[in-house]
């Protein structure tokens, strides 16, 4: 059999001599499915070409900033023109203004909004500024969100933490170099748990600064939350005088407009954005109402900054990408082409007779390897992971290039059409019978 990735293999080693593991975000070294990962050499719309020249239908879409496909003209244009006016100055610009108003017309509760560079920094930030404005130390966190790898989110549930016994073992870090004191100050509850979150807030409400979470888990795999779960998160964020973080760096002007506030009418009351935002170039932010907001250096005592904050190329990108979903809004496009992928993954599963749990929300999709509900992460983790790495590596053969991990979520773009369907229910055809 012709050998599909010798050129990726050959540069996989050559990345390893220089940078750990070879890659520069570790999910892109396949350790979950193993293999060696793709060198990619360029994109166009729903398509990428690794460095042997294969061309792959792509759902992972740069981990979500792709909504409108690859190299979307209206974003190639932009970037260009701001090419020609400099790179970057580390001063205001006309087009920070821009950016920050389209913001606001998708999320009218964000009064003010500050530009950061990655969505790490948007929850990291958030976080200081809800501690801030609080006086308050502790933090919550859901079991399975991903939040960015700040030290304060990059925690566990200590031993002892069961489903709805609200959280009384001590936090320990999920990563080595992270100190036990500082884990010890976020809480971590289960997702979709709202009894447990009640007694957790019994327990510490007095001291709580924030509810950190993802309205959509996109990082679990797609868990969706239940009405309970998010009326208890607005309910005991209220009542205890806790903020209520939206971590919408995933599912902000991906799931409607206004995100997943918008689609499921949340109210928090700061919200962090990235990945769509950037529309393929580092961007992160956050905002709220403007009293909290303005507690933000230079007006208030809270300290951020960021030498690359507001970039002008990154601003130009995030101005036409979000001028383009809003002129023209894909969703009900987006909706379509997840509905009849899902129904046709389900009818492929099926005639194979293979389990199968599809959880979606808009473009966001996970093909669980088990029977259905998936809708804790406790449900997620007992997926087949084994069964997953077989159907990743038959898609990747067929020129499918799903997320490398059963706990990523895949997405679409405005880019993906009929022809790119039939080409996925295919794949997936001769996929599942490699399993
Ligand atoms: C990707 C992601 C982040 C981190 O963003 P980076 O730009 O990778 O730092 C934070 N929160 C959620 C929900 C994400 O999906």
New binding site residues.
Partial sequence: MKVLDARSAELFAQAQEVMPGGVS?PVRAFKAVGGTPRFIARAQGAYLWDADGNRLLDYVGS??PMILGHNHPEVVAAIQEALQEGLSYGAPTEREIALARLVREAYPMADLVRFVS??????MSALRLARGYTGRELIVKFRG?????ADSLLVQAGSGLLTGSGGTARSAPSSAGVPQALAELTLVADYNDPEGLGVLFERHGEQIAAVIF?PVV??AGVLAPTPAFLEALHRLTRQYGALLIA?????GFRLAKGGAVERLGLKPDLI?W??ILGGGL?V?AYGGRAEIMQQVAPLGPVYQAGTLSGNPLAMAAGIATLKTLFQDPPYARLEAYGKALEEGLQEVFAEAGRPICLNRVGSMVTAFFREGPVETYAQAVESDTEAFKRFFHGLLRQGVYWPPSQFEAAFFSTAHGEQELAFTLEAAQLAVRGL
């Fill in positions: 975000s981990w979500g990655s969505g790490t920094e948007a929850t969100n991903y939040h960015g790898h993802e996109g990082n971590d919408e760096v995933m599912t962090c990235g990945k580092p992160g």
